[in-house]
């Protein structure tokens, strides 16, 4: 147990990577395939929710799955090609792995597309666990054993709270750093380019109440 006990848990879109650009380009797609307007520049504006969540916005409920399935048959050859890491990303993930933690991505993305698109970026994780929002991710979290979850969304702090996690919260995505805080994040960072650095510091404090 010792040996994992700075696990953490990152979520996907808008905290590792920059996803905006292709899942716009799946949704435009999507709406000339479905003939439905769908602004996908309001989409990327609140990434977080799983794809159906956010369909229901544009689409009556019993045409959802069918628009679900056409977006998902789209993503792997438009959307992961466009993905790019956020800065610091790789480096975070680093520097979990490099103090004996494991890490595990936790995301509303499907695990399917979660898996495509962390192995596209070339990121070394030992678990995903996709289509997950909110406190439902909890689950996923406790049993990875995750001491703290990296999200961009105020929801990834309900998920933190939900999973025992330090809720560690990155300004990167729909919410500045004053909302996320106000929200009841633990720990606020402008971006990944931070992590490493409160990282080491948090594993040191915590190595040092072990001890104690």
């Given amino acids: ?8 848990g990152f979520d996907l879109d808008m905290t590792l990577a920059d ?3 292709g899942i716009a380009a799946v949704y435009d797609e ?19 929710p799983p794809l159906e969540l956010e369909l229901a ?13 056409v977006f998902r048959s789209l993503y792997p050859s438009i959307a992961v090609p466009a993905t790019t890491l956020l800065p610091g990303a790789r480096e975070a ?18 695990t399917g597309d979660a898996e495509r698109t962390v ?3 070339g990121l070394e994780v030992d678990g995903i666990a996709g289509s997950l929002f909110g406190s439902a991710k909890g689950p996923a979290l406790a049993s990875f054993g995750a001491a703290a979850y990296v999200g961009d969304h105020v929801a990834d702090i309900e998920a933190a709270r939900a999973g025992g996690a330090v809720s560690v919260a990155v300004a990167t995505g729909p919410y500045p750093a004053g909302e996320l805080r106000a929200h009841g994040a633990e720990v606020v960072l ?11 510091g948090w594993r040191a404090a915590r190595g040092t109440a072990e001890i104690a």
């Fill in 1 to 8: 147990m010792l040996l994992f006990m700075h696990s953490v």
């Fill in 19 to 21: 996803t905006r650009a």
């Fill in 30 to 48: 999507l709406s000339l395939r479905i003939g439905v307007p769908i602004d996908s520049a309001a989409v990327v504006a609140r990434l977080g």
């Fill in 57 to 69: 916005n544009w689409l009556p409920a019993e045409e959802i799955p069918a628009a679900a399935a």
């Fill in 93 to 110: 993930v680093e520097a979990v792995r490099r103090a004996g933690g494991r890490v595990i991505v936790v995301t509303g993305k499907s």
């Fill in 119 to 121: 192995g596209f970026l």
């Fill in 190 to 200: 402008e971006d990944l380019t931070e992590f490493a650095g409160w990282f080491d």
